[in-house]
């Protein structure tokens, strides 16, 4: 009985180092707060394209096509990293790039996408921020997966790696996809 | 003459309680038209997480983003939308985690049941050792009772 007085704290504190030990392990990771959009439709938006700012892209003249939705700006230092990879994924044509440049400099972008190449087949331009909002986005880069319906199917945060193109993102594209139809403008 | 000079401390006290903050902020709080609005507009910003800087609240974040959640939570303020409205519409967009406060769901049962049962569980060991105490203290007595007799 006597034993037992030091075993039973001793035990609670053991246990209490496990949960704690857990509770830090997966602590708020920036990376793990999952999106509730997935399996939602993706928000409707019409903006200013970058390229031609008479022009708008909206969600109505993506409808029926898959697409990634990807937010970005030039002042996002990961946005940089991952454009090598964006670029590998207008090479593979599987799957057109809408780009978001959220709250950026239209001239900045610019010369940034003629001196590294532009992947995007369309641009929308979110001036205040207000969009990325509608999208949940809390950094960038973050990409959507967005199918025919409309739908968000999945969502990647950080610049894509190209691990996360060819085991997240291929693999929830339907086979026979064809090359970026119709989204390019 | 008196008379005069308490409405004018009065007034003077008023005016002071009107012209001072009511609370403190480390980001100047955007102005609502009224003070109503003010109020939820405060008590809403007060309630969302920061998404980038995640312990602390959209009110004391100094980031662009939080800026910008701010402006949407005041226009949807003066669009007439409720807090109710403006909550489902944050959480729809970054989830439950943008509230400091998550709802009882069958998700969160176990955030807000953990503690109730940690307590349960103490005060029933707590029970056990006073009453432990008190046979021994009740023996001791007695024992004090037999070598003193």
């Known amino acids: 009985m006597s034993r037992l007085r030091f075993i039973i704290p001793l035990a609670a504190f053991a246990l209490l180092v496990v949960v704690l030990a857990i509770g830090i392990r997966q602590s708020p990771d920036k990376d793990l707060i999952p999106s509730p959009l997935i399996g939602k439709p993706a928000p409707a938006f019409s903006l200013p394209s970058l390229t031609d700012p008479g022009q708008r892209v909206s969600s109505t003249q993506l409808q029926g096509h898959w697409y990634l939705f990807n937010v970005w700006g030039t002042w996002c230092v990961s946005c940089r990293e991952e454009h090598d990879m964006l670029l590998k994924i207008k090479q593979a044509g599987v799957i057109p790039l809408v780009g978001l440049d959220w709250k950026d400099d239209r001239g900045d972008a610019l010369s940034f996408l003629k001196q590294a190449g532009d992947p995007y087949a369309t641009i929308a331009v979110d001036q205040d921020g207000s969009e990325a909002i509608m999208w949940g986005v809390y950094g960038a880069p973050e990409t959507f997966l967005v199918n025919p319906q409309g739908i968000v199917v999945y969502k990647y945060i950080g610049p894509i790696t190209q691990q996360a193109w060819e085991q997240q993102i291929l693999p929830r594209l339907p086979m026979g996809q064809t090359p970026s139809a119709g989204a390019s403008s | ?149």
């Open chain 2, 1 to 149: 003459m008196t008379a005069r000079l308490c409405t004018f401390v009065i007034a003077a006290l008023v005016a002071a309680l009107l012209l001072a903050p009511s609370a403190v902020y480390a980001i100047a709080p955007e102005q609502m038209p009224t003070p109503q609005l003010e109020a939820r507009y405060l008590a809403l910003i007060n309630g969302f997480r920061c998404m980038q800087c995640q312990d602390e609240s959209l009110a004391d974040s100094p980031v662009d983003l939080a800026a910008d959640m701010r402006r949407q939570v005041r226009d949807m303020l003066l669009q007439g939308k409720t807090d109710q409205q403006i909550r489902d519409f944050m959480v729809s967009r970054y989830g439950y985690f943008i509230l400091f406060k998550p709802p009882f769901v069958l998700k969160t049962a176990w955030l807000w049941l953990t503690p109730g049962v940690v307590l349960l569980v103490g005060v029933l060991i707590a029970l056990r050792v006073i009453r432990q105490r008190a046979a021994l203290a009740a023996a001791d007595m007695e024992d004090n009772d037999l070598t003193d007799a």
